[in-house]
């Protein structure tokens, strides 16, 4: 790819290998059961969950996690600095939570990693915090982004309507129909876009309003 391509690439990339094959009739038919298991794994990463008996001050964390956004946010502003580490959970768990969507938009048939890198190729480039980022910006970058939420509103209907005729298609042919594969996957890009300048803060390059790469 020529430099000046990648020099205009946007700083969070989405894609998903289409599966040219033979998709699994069973797993496909009986999917949001199948679900499940990796849902509960990824709300116990996700979220924190707290039990304990009310007047008492004993309690019990069995899920902790989550992404990390005003922790990010103060020291971009006040320090000009993003930690590293907290960059790499919020990579890693966005990652994770994407594969288990894959799945569940059933643009993959293999069981989602927690690891893993399967199908998906989601990458969002670490930031220059000094000389990328304006301290200021991550304020107001939610407020910013209000255009986008409101056309991914619409986008997420239209993939939802998508996935359910890829779900038949995939029980009759055992293909998922490129065009509606396409559109899918260019939502889920279209929607990491806006994750990753409004919410994850490591980009201020506005998302363009395009589902292409």
């Known amino acids: 790819m020529p430099s000046d391509q990648l020099d205009s690439a946007y700083p969070a990339t989405f894609a998903v290998d289409y599966p040219d094959r033979p998709l699994n009739r069973l797993t496909t038919f009986f999917r949001i059961f199948m679900l499940i298991p990796i849902g509960i794994v990824l709300g116990m990463v ?35 600095k993003y930690p590293r580490w907290w960059f790499d959970w919020n990579l890693e768990l966005t990652r994770f939570s994407t594969r288990v969507s894959v799945y569940a938009a059933l643009l993959d048939d293999r069981y989602p990693s927690t690891d893993e890198q399967q199908s998906l190729h989601l990458e969002i480039a670490y930031p220059d915090v000094p000389n990328e980022l304006n301290r200021w910006l991550p304020l107001i970058k939610w407020l910013l982004a209000i255009p986008h939420y409101v056309v991914l509103f619409f986008l997420s209907i239209g993939a939802v309507v998508s996935v359910i005729i890829a779900w038949f298609a995939i029980l009759f042919t055992g293909r998922y129909p490129r065009g509606l594969f396409d559109y899918v996957v260019g939502v889920g890009r279209w929607g990491l876009r806006v994750s990753a300048y409004a919410f994850l803060l490591t980009t201020d390059r506005y998302p363009p309003f395009s589902l292409e790469p």
Do not use: E, K, N
């Open 46 to 80: 996700s979220g924190a969950t707290i039990t304990g008996q009310a007047g008492s001050s004993s309690a019990t964390v069995i899920g902790a996690g989550g992404l990390l956004f005003g922790a990010p946010l103060l020291m971009i502003v006040v320090r000009q």
